[in-house]
Structure formats: structure tokens, C-alpha cells
């Protein structure tokens, strides 16, 4: 059973120059500390139990000119788009294209990509939470088939790596694209089968990168420069359609 206390989120500020930076702060069963600036603009620190304040103010305060970098980025986006209702008509996005909505009644459930349209055949059309539900399950069906092609493409093109094919998981994620662990394990987001097939093998390249060089040095975006020489590109691209 978890401790509520030990748990809590910490909400914490630090001085950089002119500007105030808002952080909240979460200890966790973690091995490195993780500064993440999200869509909305706020800014989370996942630090190990065993880190002291102050080398977590330290780290944030080395951190404080990306972070700025960042949320002015994000600025760029705001107000985010409002939550999907999944209503017939409503868009969602498959490989970086727009499809709409399309519910049917039906004996069975099931969902079909057809023309422009995303069919949804359902046991309870009227239900917009069980149509969620099959939507998400329909992208992570398709999710999962099209990134194991796309990481042997990859692995194909980025030849200077010398890597074994990685064993990939796909998951719904908060703030990150992809992530790969000390065991060499990639862990795809399940809203990236939303983006063009380019950002994709961004996202993917990036973390094959990481099986050579775990942390963001100058090298790791030297090496990932040389696999892919445009991926500033493709990442821009990724932010500005998934946002």
C-alpha cells in the first residue's frame, strides 16, 4: 500500500533572472530525475526519493533557460483544442490525415477505416464513452502493426547504428512521444499512430538512438543527426499537428 505523504505532489518555484518558474514536484520509485515541460506550459519534476531538495533546485536551475525555451514554444499553441467528444462528424486523426467520425448501429462492435471516414458499427451508438473506447482500441490495434513496420524501416535506413532490433511496446502517455529503459525496451505512444508516417521514424529513430547513448549529450544529436539529418524538421511538424 502506497504512502498518501510520501506521494504527495510538492509544488515548488525558483528565481531565473527576471522570470519565475512554477514546478511541480513528485518523488517516485526512479532511478534518474526527469524536468518535463508540457503542452499546457507547467512543468513537472519526477526526482528519485533519495534526491535532496537542493539537488533538485540545482538541476532545475541549470534547466531554467530550456524550460523558458520550452513554454515560450508551447505558446505558440495556445488555447490547446478541447477534448474529443467522439460525436458522428467530429475529426480524428489516423497517419496525419483527417477522417471523420461515422457511428452505425450494429449486432457487433467494430470499427473500419473507410474512404475518409472512421466507421464506428456499435451495440450502443448512443453511447459516446463505449465509442471511445472502441475508437482507442481500434488505434492501438493499428498502432502496434505499424510501428513494429516502422522500426524495421528504420533500422534499415539508420544502418550506422549497428543495433538489434529492440523489442517495442506501445502505450498511452501524458507527455512523451516514446522512451526507451536501461534494458534497451522502446515504449511508443499510442497517439503517435495520429502523425504522418515522418514523424513516426522521428520519433522512432530518436529512440533507437538511445540504445547507443542514453542521455541527450551533443553526441546523442550528433548521432542522431548523422541517422536522420532533418529530424528538427519532422519534430516541429509532429508538435505543430498533434498539439
Not at 56 to 65: G, H, P, Y
Not at 211 to 226: D, G, M, V, W
Amino acid at each position: 500500500m502506497s504512502n498518501s505523504v510520501e506521494n504527495a505532489v510538492e509544488h515548488r518555484t525558483l528565481q531565473f533572472g527576471g522570470q519565475e518558474i512554477a514546478f511541480t514536484l513528485n518523488r517516485t520509485d526512479r532511478s534518474r530525475l526527469t524536468i518535463e515541460v508540457l503542452p499546457d506550459r507547467s512543468v513537472r519534476v519526477l526526482a528519485p526519493r533519495d534526491r535532496t531538495l537542493e539537488e533538485i533546485l540545482q538541476r532545475v536551475r541549470r534547466r531554467a533557460a530550456w524550460i523558458i525555451r520550452q513554454q515560450d514554444y508551447f505558446e505558440r499553441f495556445q488555447p490547446l483544442p478541447p477534448p474529443r467528444a467522439y460525436m458522428p462528424g467530429e475529426t480524428h486523426l489516423y497517419l496525419g490525415r483527417q477522417y471523420r467520425l461515422k457511428g452505425v448501429p450494429g449486432v457487433r462492435d467494430e470499427v473500419k477505416l473507410l474512404g475518409r471516414f472512421i466507421r464506428v458499427c456499435s451495440t450502443r451508438p448512443e453511447d459516446r464513452n463505449h465509442t471511445k473506447v472502441l475508437v482507442d482500441h481500434w488505434y492501438r490495434v493499428h498502432a502496434k502493426a505499424q510501428f513494429a513496420r516502422r522500426v524495421d524501416q528504420c533500422l534499415s535506413s539508420a544502418t550506422r547504428l549497428k543495433v538489434a532490433p529492440p523489442r517495442v511496446m506501445v502505450r498511452r502517455m501524458k507527455t512523451r512521444w516514446g522512451s526507451c529503459s536501461k534494458n534497451g525496451v522502446i515504449l511508443l505512444n499510442t497517439e503517435l499512430i495520429k502523425a504522418p508516417v515522418d514523424c513516426i521514424d522521428y520519433v522512432i529513430t530518436h529512440e533507437l538512438c538511445h540504445l547507443k547513448i542514453r542521455e541527450h549529450t551533443p553526441a546523442f544529436y550528433h548521432l542522431l543527426s548523422r541517422c536522420m539529418p532533418d529530424w528538427e524538421r519532422r519534430k516541429a511538424r509532429l508538435e505543430l499537428v498533434l498539439l
